[in-house]
C-alpha cells in the first residue's frame, strides 16, 4: 500500500510525531486532497492538548489545508482529480440539527472539524467530505490560501456580516493573525478603518496594511477616540483581552455593535446603559461554512489581501507549533510539502 508522511499526536498531551501511515481512501461523499500548504493555528491547542473531549487520538492536527483533489470517492458531484480546493474550520455538517436544517451550517451541533474531530492536515494528504470544499483561486498560492480558510473567513465574513456599509467607521481592535487581515478586508471593503493596537511602533504596520486611522491603546482612551470619530458601525475585535474589549465598547455608534472573534479567558464587562442607551449591541461570530471561505479567497484574490506568513517544512510542525504559542510568529505560521 502507498504511505504518506504526518505529524500526529498519539494522546492529549502528547508531543508532534512525524510517522508514516498508509495513503487513506476517500469514502463516499468524501475527497482525498494533497496537502500542499497547512496553517497552523492557536486553536491546533484543542488537538495537542485535548480541550475537546471528543478529540480522536491519535490525531493529525491542521485545519487550514490548501492543496488539490486527488482522488474523489462515491457519489462526489461538482470536484475532480486536479481541482486546487482548501479546508477549513468547518468540515462538514450533519444536515440534521436545527441549525443545519435553518441553514446555519457552521452551527452544525455536530460540526466535523479536521484536526480536531477527524485527521486534518499536517500531512501530505487528508480525506474530507466534499461539502467542506473550498475553490481556490488561481492568483492565490497555497501558502497565502491557508491562513485564509481560519484567519481570513473569520474576520471577512464578519466584517461582512455586521451591518457596517461602506464609508461608515469600523474599528479593528488588534494587529495579530486574525487583526492584520481584519484592517486589510476592513479597508479593501471602503470602510473608514481604525487601527487598535498597543504601542506607537505599530501603526506603520496598521497604516500599510490600510489603516486610515491609528490608535494607540496604551497611551489614548479608545473609547473616547471612537466617539470623537463619530463612533464605530463595528468593532471587530480580534485580541484575547475582555478588558480591551471592554474599554472599546463606549466608542460604539448608535446601534453599532462589537463582534467578537477573539478567544479569551477574561470576561467582557459592560455597562448596561453603554447598550441601552445607544442600542448598542456585544455578538460573537464563528467563522464560516465552506461557501464562506470560498467566498473570502476569491475576494482576496480580487483585491490583493494576503497575509503576512513564515514557512517551515511539515517535519518541523513542531517548531512552528511553539513560535506560534510564543506569539512570535508574524503573523501566521505555514507548513509546506515542497509542492
Known sequence: MPTMRVVQIANKGGPFELVEREL??????????KVHACGVCHSDSIAKDGLFPSVPYPIVPGHEIAGV?????????GWSVGTRVGVGWFGGHCGRCEPCRRGDLVDCRNLRIPG??????????????????????????????APLLC???????????????????????GIGGLGHLGVQFAAKMGFRTVAIARGAEKESLARRLGAHVYLNSQTQDVGAELTRLGGAKTILA??????????????????????????GADPIEVLPLDLILASRSVVGHASGASIDSQDTLAFSALSGVRPTIETMPLERAADAYDKMMRNEARFRMVLTNGA
Open 24 to 33: 487513506p481512501q476517500p469514502g463516499a461523499g468524501e475527497v482525498r486532497v
Open 69 to 77: 483533489v486527488d482522488a474523489v470517492g462515491e457519489g462526489v458531484i
Open 116 to 145: 480536531v474531530t477527524y485527521d486534518g492536515g499536517y500531512a501530505e494528504a487528508m480525506v474530507a467530505p466534499a461539502d467542506a470544499l473550498a475553490l481556490i483561486p488561481d492568483e492565490l498560492s497555497a501558502v497565502d490560501a
Open 151 to 173: 484567519a481570513g473567513v473569520t474576520t471577512y465574513n464578519a466584517l461582512r456580516e455586521s451591518g457596517a456599509r461602506p464609508g461608515d467607521l469600523v474599528a479593528i481592535l
Open 238 to 263: 480580534t485580541i484575547t483581552s475582555g478588558k480591551a474589549m471592554s474599554a472599546a465598547i463606549p466608542g460604539l455608534a448608535v446601534r453599532g455593535n462589537l463582534v467578537v472573534v477573539g478567544v
